[in-house]
């Protein structure tokens, strides 16, 4: 069965914490994503990478950076984590040419 | 981009066909339709996606217009189970890869 999974289902961080998401799939899929999910806002797309070492921006990056260091891998970073950044976090892979989209179970993140 | 709207939500008799409607007016000739359902507290789930011709899986039933500006999804005998929100989103193609946009969804429910 296809897989992605995310490091951690719950997190609390402080503001002004550096706070690493890891994300992994098994499928040798080459795109990877990472969301967010607020009530009301739906999910809105933080950074999508193409292939190792690549990456782009989604519609709300600021705050944001990503990692691709290996194909399986997409880490999500929050370089000085905020209040406004509490949020659902989810990870996704695409399966190539007919683009499905395969979630992780997300990670909810508190910032205090 | 093309944009879908979908109603926020509706209600099912367990045993009975879901019927969910997606207008996506503006889609353009190479653009997918996919279906995707979130349970709550979990990542998003795919179900189905096609291009014109109607397509089926165990999961569900896609019906496209011929004139491919609107979409059913259908379940044919829903349960309590398939309560949750459902999104109908279209790929959007733009440099390598290609990003999905997710609109507000439908929330289903389904009655016993």
């Known amino acids: 069965d296809v897989k992605v999974t995310q490091s951690s289902r719950y997190l609390v961080k402080r503001t002004g914490e550096k706070v690493f998401l890891e994300c992994v799939q098994d499928?040798?899929?080459?795109?990877m994503f990472w969301y967010r999910q607020d009530p009301g806002l739906g999910l809105r797309l933080i950074y999508f990478s193409y292939d190792v070492k690549m990456k782009e921006k989604g519609d709300i990056p600021e705050g944001y950076s990503v990692s691709r260091e290996k194909k399986e891998r997409f880490s999500l970073i929050l370089e000085s984590a905020s209040t406004n950044q509490t949020s659902m976090y989810l990870c996704?892979?695409?399966?190539?040419?007919?683009?499905?989209?395969?979630f992780g179970e997300g990670s909810r993140l508190t910032v205090l | 981009d093309a944009k879908t709207t979908q109603p926020p939500s509706m209600d099912c008799a367990e045993g009975r066909a879901a019927n969910l409607p997606c207008n996506h007016s503006t889609i353009s000739g190479n653009e997918y339709v996919y279906w995707y359902r979130q349970i709550h507290s979990q990542g998003p789930q795919y179900i189905i996606h096609g291009l014109k011709n109607n397509e089926t899986n165990e999961m569900a039933s896609l019906i496209i217009t011929e004139d491919r500006k609107s979409s059913t999804l259908i379940l044919p005998h829903a349960t309590l189970r398939d309560t949750a929100v459902y999104y109908c989103i279209v790929r959007v193609v733009s440099n390598q890869g290609g990003k999905l946009i997710f609109g507000q969804g439908t929330e289903l429910s389904v009655k016993p």
């Open positions: 996704a892979s695409r399966r190539r040419f007919t683009g499905e989209l395969f």
């Open positions: 499928m040798d899929h080459e795109n």
